[in-house]
């Protein structure tokens, strides 16, 4: 199967970057597009941005022109700059990408276990 790994999740001032990695690993043979959701508390998960194998992106419009999504094909790795942070912000952020594996039957859609973003004020 194929596993994601998140990191670069933590505390800091409004205003404040932060740099998010999720690296694929496992029986990967192809990864499609990837993507970046985030989930606050008694919130349902929402979509931050989304980038596509020829690198065309998306952003949630609360993100647009802080956050800039990113992917390394050869390190099959997807990246989430999140500059100005706001405290708005602050939720799990979730890395996701569709793949197919070694071993399995047709694309799947993988999911990290998240990692935390608090934005203080």
């Known amino acids: 199967q194929v596993q994601l790994e998140e990191s670069g999740g933590g505390l800091v001032q409004a205003g404040g970057s932060l740099r998010l990695s999720c690296s694929a690993s496992g029986r990967v043979r192809t990864l499609y597009g990837m993507g970046w959701f985030r989930q606050a508390p008694g919130k349902e998960r929402e979509l931050v941005a989304h980038?596509?194998?020829?690198?065309?992106?998306n952003y949630a419009d609360s993100v647009k022109g802080r956050f800039t999504i990113s992917r390394d094909n050869m390190e099959n790795t997807v990246y989430l700059q999140m500059n100005n942070l706001k405290p708005e912000d602050t939720a799990v952020y979730y890395c996701n990408t569709r793949g197919v594996a070694y071993g399995t039957v047709g694309a799947h859609d993988y999911w990290g276990q998240g990692t935390q973003v608090t934005v203080s004020s």
């Open positions: 980038i596509a194998t020829g690198g065309d992106t």
